[in-house]
């Protein structure tokens, strides 16, 4: 993905000199990753990135999950567990005629037969 810097601040701690607004300028499409990764040092170490990485998305995935045991706890406060009522529609009306009319035949069957 390309980006066009338009205005970034200057920042000294990184020495970054930074992209000034002009009203009127021509610039030349950057890769996203130059942009948004300004703060990364080149001189560090690539074995860093990966575990980095890796603990990053190990915490989100461990607030997820903590965050959906949250849920069925809440669910659950009342002391029973927690039941979904489909909603009403036509799909469920249209099952409920099938399966009636699907028993009405089975029972016809067997009394024919038997």
Request: glycine letters at 8%; aromatic letters at 2%; hydrophobic letters at 45%.
């Amino acid at each position: 993905m390309l980006s066009v810097p338009v205005r970034m601040s200057p920042d000294p701690a990184i020495d970054f000199a930074g992209f000034a607004a002009r009203p009127q300028t021509t610039r030349t499409m950057v890769p996203d990753t130059e942009l948004m990764q300004i703060e990364r040092r080149r001189d560090a170490p690539t074995s860093l990135w990966a575990p980095a990485t890796l603990l990053v998305l190990s915490t989100v995935l461990g607030i997820l999950v903590l965050m959906a045991g949250v849920s069925v706890r809440l669910g659950r406060m009342r002391g029973r567990p927690p039941r979904v009522e489909p909603p009403p529609g036509l799909l469920l009306e249209h099952v409920d005629r099938v399966v009636a009319r699907a028993r009405r035949r089975e029972r016809e069957t067997v009394g024919a037969g038997g």
